[in-house]
């Protein structure tokens, strides 16, 4: 559905977007991770045709993004929330959808139906027709994400839906988008809230200019090495640690009756630590795998490339 | 091109316009005083040196003619302040332009937004400003002033200065992040035909009818010249990553 191959944008010697290439399907929901000003909106932008791009190649649908042919057809088989809400304070909520769906052509009743389905589903018919300026934020991101689906578009792109709401509201907004997901709308999610990520996205990006690393929110997890085995035990034993030391799978360090083994993977390597913990004569309360979240995988990746 | 997307916005940026009450005092009192003045002046002008005379008439009408010139010049810039710099405020131009519309399409939906309200509010100026002439001039000149040809011209040109105007404040909008100095900005464009007033209230030029086809000349010119800068700065790149 969204294609791209070394997606390229450069401001006048500032090399924001550089050499993304990525891949989403129909009906995914593809999350981009990155801090502030890592191109996550810059990408959004030039695949919403908004901007050119400077190299590369990146098409929606099928359609080229940068030929201005195409461009008409693709802007209208997407809907896009940008990061500000960009509502007509001093119209109404139904005049600022009715609005919209004519610059996309739709029928007077094409625009009648759609309204009303969206804006019962958000939860707003009861103030259709009160201006938009008195709405409260969360009512207005709302809004601002029924605007993006009054034509009914096939993708759908975010740009930090839920930034700055209250986490009521943006509770609202993320049950809205795993409904729409439920709808198999392609949804292009651009956010630095984790949490929401992983809870929504079949895939995630991390983009911090370049392209860091791509995959679903467990794949990326488990790709940051950092993660350890912590075991309690009943009481410290000198003979497990040597023992678990003497396996050579990774750092071993002991603190009263926690032992805690770093390794690549741990999944893999805890049958052979648990196997030697009793066999020196360990009696084991708890094992647990901490550290290594999407968190980590997020800074790890972001970090390594503000080192660079 | 596709005209109704543009319809479809100037008739939004007109719905969101007759709510300010700025725009629409601008709109509808100046022309309204004016139309209201001029003919007050004729009729109470110089009482205690026994009034103004039959003849003395017609060049203090062509005087005033030229205000219907003036009047275009100065009312867009409050609308197109917040037909363009409203929008960058209310940070709407992005979702505008992610639409199925062209750049053209836009740019001409925010001009025609701005110059349907200001020539309707310069002509019912006119409408009002010849017919009370006419009441107050009849008995002194024997004959309806107005309509005649010279204000006819005049009103050709209305429309010549209201489009260079509106181009104007379009350049000015895309420069500065609030309507206030957009507007104040854009009001400046009176200037040059108040020049030209003051030109010939003292000598420098006669405003007759060939002097007024030049300067509608002159004004088209101008209005394609600036057509085209206007066009070169409304483009969804720049407005996204260059405008203030």
């Known amino acids: ?30 999350g981009f991770l990155g801090p502030n000003g890592a191109g996550k909106t810059t990408t959004v932008r030039m695949l919403c045709c908004l ?70 589903m958000l939860e707003l018919w009861e103030k259709k027709d009160v201006p938009v300026a008195t709405f409260s934020k969360g009512m207005k991101q709302k809004l601002a994400i029924a605007l993006a689906l009054v034509h009914d578009p096939q993708i759908l792109f975010m740009d930090e839906p839920t930034a700055n709401l209250d986490p009521e509201a943006a509770k609202t907004v993320r049950d809205f ?33 370049t392209l860091r690393a791509m995959g679903t929110p467990e ?38 009756n926690k032992l805690t083994i770093s390794t690549a993977d741990p999944e893999k390597a805890n049958a052979t630590i648990l196997d030697a ?23 790890k990746l972001v970090r390594e490339r503000e080192k660079a | ?100 519309t062209t750049d053209g399409e836009i740019l001409l939906g925010k001009s025609i937004a701005v110059f349907i309200p200001a020539i309707i509010a310069t002509y019912a100026g006119a409408t009002i400003y010849m017919a009370l002439t006419d009441i107050v001039t009849y008995g002194k000149l024997g004959y309806f002033y107005y309509p005649n040809w010279d204000m006819g011209i005049i009103l050709l040109l209305s429309p010549l200065a209201l489009l260079l105007s509106i181009e ?4 000015t909008s895309s420069r500065v992040s609030d309507v206030r100095s957009a507007s104040q900005l854009g009001g400046l464009m009176f200037l040059p035909f108040i020049g030209i007033y003051l030109a010939s209230e003292l000598g420098v030029i006669t405003l007759d009818t060939s002097t007024l086809l030049i300067l509608a000349g002159v004004i ?17 790149e720049q407005i996204l990553t260059k405008w203030k």
Not at chain 1, 4 to 29: H, M, Q, S, W
Not at chain 1, 56 to 64: H, L, R
Not at chain 2, 220 to 236: C, H, K, N
Request: with cysteine; glycine share 8%; aromatic share 8%.
């Open chain 2, 1 to 100: 091109m596709n005209v109704r997307h543009s319809w479809i916005i100037a008739l939004k940026d007109i719905r969101i316009f007759v709510r300010k009450r700025t725009v629409l005092y601008t709109l509808i009192l100046l022309p309204l005083l004016l139309s209201v003045l001029f003919p007050l002046v004729i009729e109470y002008g110089g009482r205690s040196s026994g009034g103004i005379t039959g003849p003395e008439i017609p060049g203090l009408l062509h005087s005033f003619e030229w205000f219907f010139v003036i009047i275009p010049a100065i009312i867009p810039a409050p609308i197109a302040s917040y037909s363009i710099v409203g929008e960058k405020l209310e940070k709407s131009l992005e979702r505008l332009l992610a639409t199925p």
């Open chain 2, 220 to 236: 088209a010119v101008l209005d394609v010249a600036m057509f085209r800068v206007s066009t070169s700065i409304f483009q969804r």
């Open chain 2, 168 to 171: 104007l404040n379009i350049i």
């Open chain 1, 219 to 256: 794949e990326l997890e488990r790709s940051v090495q950092g993660r350890v085995t912590v075991i309690q035990l009943e009481q410290p034993n000198d003979a497990v640690l040597a023992a678990v030391k003497k396996l050579g799978l990774g750092d071993v360090s002991a603190e009263g």
């Open chain 1, 51 to 120: 901007i050119s791009k400077t190299s590369g190649t990146a098409k929606i649908a099928g359609y080229e993004v940068g030929d201005g042919a195409d461009s008409l057809k693709i802007r209208r088989i997407i809907g896009l929330v940008p990061d500000n809400v960009g509502l007509y304070e001093s119209l109404t909520a139904y005049d600022n959808l009715d609005f919209y769906g004519k610059l996309y052509d739709r029928t007077e009743s094409q625009r009648k139906e759609s309204i009303a389905a969206l804006l019962k």
């Open chain 1, 1 to 30: 559905m969204i294609e791209t191959e070394n997606l390229t944008k450069k401001f006048e010697g500032l090399t924001a977007v550089d050499g993304v290439t990525f891949r989403v399907e129909e009906g995914e929901v593809f």
């Open chain 1, 177 to 209: 988008i795993l409904d729409l997901k439920k709808q198999k709308k392609t949804i292009f999610l651009n956010t630095h809230n984790l949490d929401e990520a992983q809870r929504i996205c079949d895939r995630i990006a991390i983009l911090n200019t």
């Open chain 1, 277 to 299: 913990v009793f066999r020196a004569g360990g009696r084991i309360q708890s094992v647990n795998v901490v550290g290594s979240t999407l968190e980590d995988a997020y800074l």
